[in-house]
């Protein structure tokens, strides 16, 4: 016979032939079931997202909606809110200028519009000193660390130190220096010049500029070690090819450096802007603003209509136009000036 076996069914494969293994059948992919997909992203959606946006919707949307109800009512706090007299937008009127009615419009211009326009008129000299000084200051700083010299790490954390102190403590530490007869006080003496006569907080002229200068101390660490996390992600490299070149070091710091860790400056811009306007504490701890308000911020202000003078309705509105003004800004400043970095990180991922 030849190497074919026959059979009544025909021709069976040659010899050393391999069959087929009952797994090697190529299979039908299988599809998931769009309904079932749905249904597990949408678990997966509530698993992760879930507890974030309940915390979110509790701490946050629900003390903005609550208190601009509250803003449109008389209301002392005290009493139950049913009782409260609905006033509408009169509260509002009367932190910009001095409510509708004229018979009481000068009373309320002195009690309520006066002095929320100096809280008003502090929060954005704050703001805008904290970009002037601070900024040009922190990075100043910043470059000079970012060289190496006996020490560099022990002088980091000295300047990064008054930033993880509480402000309760630096605030009492402050206070202390700055009584009249503090320390601050007896350096003055000693170098032949007069202290404030009322106090270096409680002056009218130096009272705004003391604190100023203690919030530049405690916060210019936090921009110091921002510009540091942004420099060290700065080639070598190119450091080393300005020099090359013949850049001074003030020039690698200018052409090179500085343009580098834009995207690391424009943070701190933003976050500065927000904190600014939203400053509470640290003046809280200075004497609640000053006893006549000469350094108050609308947070500080918001407080002490709201709480210590039971007036809840105006201090709602307060919150609320403190609340638009930093959602106006921020909005404003994503738009306009983080637009360029979002979008060139968008365009890297693409790429990616």
Known sequence: MTTLETSGNGTVPAVGAAAPAAGDAPGTPVTPHPR???????????????????LFLTFVVYPVVSAARYSLYQWNGVEQF?????????????????????????????????????AFTHTIGILVLSLLIQLPLGLLIALVLNRRFPGRSAVRVIMFAPYVLSEVIAGTMWLIIFDPNGVATELMH?????????????????GFWTVFFIITWKYIGLAVILFLAGLSGVPQELQDAAAIDGASWWQTQWRVNIPLIGPTIRIWVFLSLIGSIQLFDMVWVLNQGGTTGQYSTIATYMMQIGFFRSDWGFGSAVAVIMFMLSFAVAIFYMLVVLRRDNTDRVKKVRRA
């Open 36 to 54: 079932r997909a749905r249904l597990r992203m949408a678990g997966e959606l509530a698993l992760f997202l879930g507890p974030a946006l309940a």
């Open 190 to 206: 000693s170098v032949g010049l007069d202290a404030p006569a009322g106090g270096w907080l409680e002056d009218q002229t130096w």
């Open 82 to 118: 049913s009782d409260a007299t609905f006033i509408g937008f009169e509260n509002y009127a009367r932190a910009l200028f001095g409510g509708t009615d004229p018979a009481t419009k000068s009373a309320f211009t002195t009690a309520y519009t006066e002095p929320f326009q100096a």
